[in-house]
């Protein structure tokens, strides 16, 4: 689970707490919020259940980078466009789907059709799957 507090020291919107909460299921050598994972934000009118890597720093986007370049038919049957700083899967769903019995399952299948997509981040990034 992520704080409620918000960073607002950059920010125009200053208000102190964020109106979301938000979870990450991060890859099990990951020690900070830069590793690949797995992330579904819930917050009035807006879920998302998503995958991947969002704001990589130099290092590992430089490997990611390569990856591409060095494995470009794998990479094209994950998705279309290359030209990414976050590499980062998902889909949008709703307030009632996240209120059902059901979004659980839901999100877990979500999460396994994200499974190439993660295993070629882990493994440009040479972390097991």
């Not at 591409?68 to 709703?94: C, M, N, Q, T, Y």
């Not at 996240?98 to 190439?116: H, I, K, L, M, Q």
């Amino acid at each position: 689970m992520f704080r409620i507090h918000r960073d607002v020291r950059f920010s125009k919107d200053k208000h102190p707490y964020k109106e979301h909460g938000a979870c990450q299921f991060r890859h099990r050598l990951g020690r900070d919020v830069h590793a690949p994972g797995f992330y579904v934000p819930l917050a009035p009118k807006e879920v998302f259940v998503g995958a991947g890597l969002w704001m990589p720093d130099s290092d590992a986007l430089l490997k990611i980078r390569t990856a591409l370049a060095e494995k470009p038919a794998a990479w094209k049957k994950i998705v279309a466009d290359i030209r990414r700083k976050s590499f980062v899967v998902g889909r949008d769903s709703s307030e009632s789907v996240a209120r059902a019995a059901s979004f659980v399952a839901e999100t877990a299948e979500c999460f396994a059709s994200a499974a190439p997509f993660m295993r070629f981040l882990c493994s440009a990034l040479s972390v097991p799957m």
